[in-house]
């Protein structure tokens, strides 16, 4: 094992480049932000849109040599990898419909992956990648954000040590009101492409939300789904996919659950929810107030427990920050997940072997696992039956 001061003494020399989060853009620049917060690699190449003069002005503005702002990532995929000093990681944040073919040419190309999520529009896809990442010994990283939460970390610790007891019963929930009127024909470019099936693929609400709320239940608590039935729902007339999703599930292990994600549910901003029920126990964490969460033992009164306090084990603490009481937020999750990724691409760039039981950060499968997720909802929707899912591969 190398020493920590090695991982950042190679991880502080890391350089990666960027496809997508142009100018207009709404998460590339948390993705940059949330790299710079650990300065752990630096912005050297980028395809930040497919308009040419765009990219070129907006690499300009973020410093960037004009020969390393490129009018497609193939050509950036292709130039990076035959460069000496070229990126070591690519980070994707385009639409959806994007994802496979762009981290299919870095991967080709030897070069490591971030993606947003969705992984990918087919599940077949995302296998695919993350077969070829596996083939070529590279990492690859999908951004479920709020799995980047110290709390969250905390959490799953918790569930796994049996401080809830069995889990009986899991109800997650993630609602948003940003939908609630037609906004993709108002000008929202982000409403426009998620409500678009050329770019967003089957589904809008469940790829675009309810993929966070089965990766969170599942980092949380381990269970594998076993099966469900779910119902999406569009709301909003003349929307061409859903916009609101009812998903019963069951577990592996006989726990069910029930997951309710919307895009139109008015008074809500970015509401996602879990409450994990267990024989002795429940938990309730929010993501509006990451840094605290509610345990209650069995005959006992609802207790909070804050990020930043002792009590916390010591994998949550790491990723804390800031002294309790000050609170962090999405960047400081963002910067969470990055910084366990570059450390393990540190240590494999150090000759250390790196399997994915040692990952801190959302891997390719369970990416390829939510894709599946996302395809099996909209089956069931669609025939109006129990789905299975099939055992991750
Ligand atoms: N992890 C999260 O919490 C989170 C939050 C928001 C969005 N996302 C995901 O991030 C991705 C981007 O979402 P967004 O809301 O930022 O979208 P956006 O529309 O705001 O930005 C997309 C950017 O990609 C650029 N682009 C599109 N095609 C391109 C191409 N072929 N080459 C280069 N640039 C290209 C666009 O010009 C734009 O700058 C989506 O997959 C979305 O699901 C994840």
């Not at 077949?124 to 690859?140: I, M, N, S, T």
């Not at 889990?167 to 982000?190: C, D, H, K, M, P």
């Not at 009590?311 to 949550?316: T, V």
């Not at 909209?378 to 055992?391: D, F, G, M, Y």
Request: hydrophobic share 35%.
């Amino acid at each position: 094992m190398i020493e920590a001061s090695e991982v950042t003494r190679i991880a502080g020399k890391l350089k990666y480049g960027m496809v997508g989060g142009g100018p207009d853009a709404f998460i590339g620049e948390i993705h940059r932000a949330a790299i710079r917060m650990d300065n752990l690699a630096s912005l050297v190449a980028g395809s930040f849109s497919r308009d040419r003069q765009k990219a070129q002005r907006f690499g300009g503005e973020l410093g960037l040599d004009s020969n390393r702002v490129y009018s497609s990532y193939d050509e950036m995929a292709q130039k990076e990898a035959s460069r000496p000093d070229g990126i070591d990681f690519v980070v994707v944040v385009t639409p959806n419909v994007s994802h496979y073919s762009i981290c299919k040419v870095f991967l080709q190309h030897g070069i490591h992956v971030v993606c947003d999520k969705p992984m990918t529009l087919e599940y077949d896809q995302a296998k695919e990648l993350a077969d070829l990442a596996d083939a070529k010994g590279l990492l690859f990283c999908v951004t479920y954000t709020y799995t980047g939460y110290p709390a969250v970390k905390q959490i799953r610790q918790m569930v796994l040590r049996g401080e809830i007891g069995d889990i009986r019963f899991v109800n997650a929930e993630y609602a948003q009101e940003w939908l609630a009127t037609r906004s993709e024909e108002e000008g929202n470019r982000q409403a426009a492409w998620r409500t678009d099936p050329a770019y967003s693929g089957k589904s809008n609400c469940v790829g675009d939300i309810g993929s966070h709320v089965e990766n969170m239940v599942s980092t949380m608590t381990g269970l594998e789904i076993s099966r469900l039935s779910a119902r999406l729902d569009t709301f909003v007339a003349g929307r061409r996919l859903d916009d609101n999703a009812t998903i019963m599930v069951e577990y592996e292990g006989g726990a069910k659950g029930i997951y309710w994600t919307s895009q139109i549910a008015i008074g809500s901003d970015n509401g996602l929810r879990v409450r994990i029920i267990g024989s002795e126990g429940t938990i309730d964490w929010c993501q509006e107030d990451p840094d605290h969460f509610q345990l209650a033992k069995l005959g006992q009164s609802m207790q909070t427990w804050s990020r930043g306090r002792d009590a916390f084990y010591a994998q949550g603490q790491s990723f804390s920050r800031l002294p309790a009481g000050h609170p962090e937020g999405v960047y400081e999750a963002f910067a969470n997940i990055y910084k366990a990724f570059i450390s393990a691409l540190a240590r494999k760039l150090a000759g250390e072997k790196v399997s994915e039981s040692d990952y801190d950060f959302p891997s390719a499968r369970q990416g390829a696992q939510g894709v599946r997720f996302v395809d099996i909802c909209v089956e069931s929707s669609k025939n109006l039956s129990w789905c299975h899912i099939p055992k991750s591969t």
